[in-house]
């Protein structure tokens, strides 16, 4: 098997990955973070400091799959590409989707931290 037609096969596989995964990702995705902050918004939970780290975790999450996972879905799956219609999108889609990326982990880790600090011994 040559360099070229594994490369192709490879290429093709992303695309077909990127159009029939995708927008099953994306949807999933959309369902269960509207549901955490269907959840973690209660009147009773919003008292809890764990629990505004999950509800700022879940809006990252929702806004990290509406900006990268749709975009790269819509490029490589259906050979749609938003950043040409908007350079605002064009400049930012980068930044955004990296910035999610991160700042998602990082809500985790203050939910822990909290949760550690909490329930330590020597907090009082």
């Given at each position: 098997?040559?360099?070229?037609s594994?490369?192709?096969n490879l290429q093709l596989a992303q695309v077909?990955?990127?159009r029939?995964?995708?927008p099953i990702f994306i949807i999933v995705g959309i369902v269960s973070c509207v549901l955490s902050l269907i959840v973690f918004t209660r009147k009773n939970l919003r008292k809890n400091t764990c629990s505004i780290y999950f509800i700022a975790f879940n809006g990252a999450n929702l806004l990290f799959i509406l900006v990268s996972l749709l975009s790269?879905?819509?490029e490589i799956g259906y050979n749609i590409a938003p950043a040409l219609h908007s350079l605002f999108y064009c400049r930012f889609r980068l930044?955004?989707?990296f910035f999610f990326n991160i700042l998602c982990p990082s809500y985790l880790l203050c939910a822990s931290v909290d949760r550690?600090?909490?329930t330590s011994f020597h907090a009082r």
């Open positions: 098997m040559s360099t070229e594994s490369t192709s077909y990955l990127y029939y995964v995708g790269f879905t819509l930044y955004f989707a550690v600090l909490i």
